[in-house]
């Protein structure tokens, strides 16, 4: 195992463990056999050591998301799928990974470089489907930059994890019926031709 592999190994233990605020770079170091200054060559922060092993969850959400956007299913179901997918991940990560989520969230509402690339790939994802959808007629945008913005501010608070934590507590199946009654509107405004 390659040494960011190790430290990385020890942080993610360490954080399911103690938390964001209970990890320290010289605890994963010492752990490791080597001083904290080593561990600074290869994550130049806490919070850099921290978002990689948030940012090993995030690329596990991409991959399956990106299984969403490749399927043969027609654009809209694509769409359903996406944000459903999206949805159901970061409240799964609250529920069983908190302090990965928690991660996620502090990376997300201070726009480190984690949570920047990770918008790009979900953008870059939803572009794809909503080009699909365009291309097939099943959706009609006269702006295409305007469509992709829509789909996102509408879903913002089933898959921003700010929104996601401040509704923890909302029952699931309440979340759900929403969810579906935004997707419908989505799927109206990409067929009709709104933006």
């Given at each position: 195992?390659?040494?960011?592999?190790?430290?990385?190994?020890?942080?993610?233990?360490?954080?399911?463990?103690?938390?964001?605020?209970?990890?320290?770079?010289?605890?994963?170091?010492?752990?490791?056999?080597?001083?904290?200054?080593?561990?600074?060559?290869?994550?130049?922060?806490?919070?850099?050591?921290?978002?990689?092993?948030?940012?090993?969850?995030?690329?596990?959400?991409?991959?399956?998301?990106?299984?969403?956007?490749?399927?043969?299913?027609?654009?809209?179901?694509?769409?359903?799928?996406?944000?459903?997918?999206?949805?159901?991940?970061?409240?799964?990560?609250?529920?069983?990974?908190?302090?990965?989520?928690?991660?996620?969230?502090?990376?997300?509402?201070?726009?480190?470089?984690?949570?920047?690339?990770?918008?790009?790939?979900?953008?870059?994802?939803?572009?794809?489907?909503?080009e699909e959808g365009i291309a097939s007629g099943a959706f009609v945008a006269r702006d295409r930059e305007r469509a992709i913005a829509c789909?996102?501010?509408?879903?913002?608070?089933?898959?921003?994890?700010?929104?996601?934590?401040?509704?923890?507590?909302?029952?699931?199946?309440?979340?759900?019926?929403?969810?579906?009654?935004?997707?419908?509107?989505?799927?109206?405004?990409?067929?009709?031709?709104?933006?």
């Amino acid at each position: 195992m390659s040494t960011d592999a190790r430290l990385l190994a020890i942080a993610s233990e360490h954080l399911a463990r103690l938390g964001p605020k209970g990890v320290t770079v010289v605890a994963v170091a010492a752990e490791a056999g080597m001083t904290h200054a080593n561990v600074y060559r290869y994550f130049p922060s806490k919070d850099a050591l921290l978002d990689a092993v948030a940012g090993r969850w995030l690329r596990d959400v991409e991959t399956r998301l990106a299984g969403i956007a490749d399927a043969p299913d027609p654009a809209e179901d694509k769409i359903e799928r996406f944000i459903i997918a999206l949805s159901l991940a970061q409240r799964e990560a609250l529920s069983a990974e908190p302090n990965v989520f928690s991660v996620h969230l502090d990376a997300t509402v201070a726009s480190r470089p984690i949570a920047r690339r990770h918008r790009v790939r979900l953008r870059t994802l939803v572009e794809r489907v909503v080009e699909e959808g365009i291309a097939s007629g099943a959706f009609v945008a006269r702006d295409r930059e305007r469509a992709i913005a829509c789909i996102f501010d509408a879903s913002y608070r089933f898959t921003h994890p700010l929104a996601i934590q401040q509704d923890a507590e909302v029952p699931r199946d309440l979340l759900e019926a929403r969810l579906g009654a935004v997707i419908q509107a989505i799927q109206r405004i990409l067929r009709s031709g709104a933006f």
